[in-house]
């Protein structure tokens, strides 16, 4: 089985920073995932990350260590709008068609 | 790019009716689509993955017979919920990946069986 752990939930002030830690424990990885989804809306593509280190893509930022199992995503400069869960996923291998093992989502909320 | 449709973006229907959902690659040709269910604040749980021209495999506990899925091309599959009972309401959502392993999602369809 895949096993994918974040927090279920975490509250943040508009403008600061909020970080989501994800731990996974899988039978294959070839890369990690973070999307964004929005109540009643499907998932969003925020970031990839295969190789161990740091992706920055604006306000948005993921952390890969392969060794430890361990993602995370960085909020910078919170607005309103980030209010939404955010799903880590791994990416299982080619011989599995890529398939994605979701973890169970971090609903982020974002309050004035 | 990678724009993935589904239709319809929501339905609902009697117990006892099947109701066909379809995904549709727009701007790039699927090599792979996968087809999930979202129950409320629940992540999403992959049902089955479809390659172009095969069977679809599905994951483990989800009755193939009860949902049907056809990949007849690379921009089209089709998922069948057949015999549909309240249990099955739930928001479906469809992906698609190209070569590469980046999933682009659908926008879902929500089913309410009543």
């Known amino acids: 089985g895949q096993n994918i752990d974040q927090p279920t939930e975490m509250t943040a002030t508009e403008g600061a920073i909020v970080q989501i830690n994800c731990t996974y424990q899988t039978s294959g990885f070839n890369g990690l995932f973070w999307y964004q989804q929005h109540a009643g809306e499907a998932p969003t593509f925020l970031s990839y990350n295969v190789l161990d280190g740091l992706e920055e893509k604006g306000r948005f930022s993921s952390f890969l260590s392969r060794s430890k199992g361990y993602s995370y995503l960085l909020l910078k400069e919170l607005q309103m709008k980030d209010s939404a869960s955010y799903l880590c996923?791994?990416?299982?291998?080619?011989?599995?068609?890529?398939?994605?093992?979701f973890g169970a989502g971090t609903t982020v909320t974002v309050r004035a | 790019g990678a724009v993935v449709s589904q239709h319809p973006s929501w339905v609902i229907c009697k117990s006892g009716t099947s109701v066909k959902i379809e995904c549709r690659s727009l701007?790039?040709?699927?090599?792979?689509m996968f087809w999930y269910r979202q129950f409320p604040k629940q992540s999403l749980m992959l049902m089955a993955t479809s390659n172009e021209g095969s069977k679809a495999t599905y994951e483990q506990g989800v009755e193939k017979d009860k949902f049907l899925i056809n990949h007849a091309s690379l921009t089209l599959s089709t998922l069948t919920v057949t015999s549909a009972h309240p249990e099955d309401s739930s928001f479906y959502i469809c992906s698609a990946r190209e070569a590469g392993e980046t999933q682009y999602f659908g926008p879902g369809t929500r089913l309410l069986v009543l």
């Open positions: 701007d790039f040709q699927a090599t792979t």
């Open positions: 996923a791994v990416s299982l291998p080619r011989s599995n068609d890529y398939k994605l093992s």
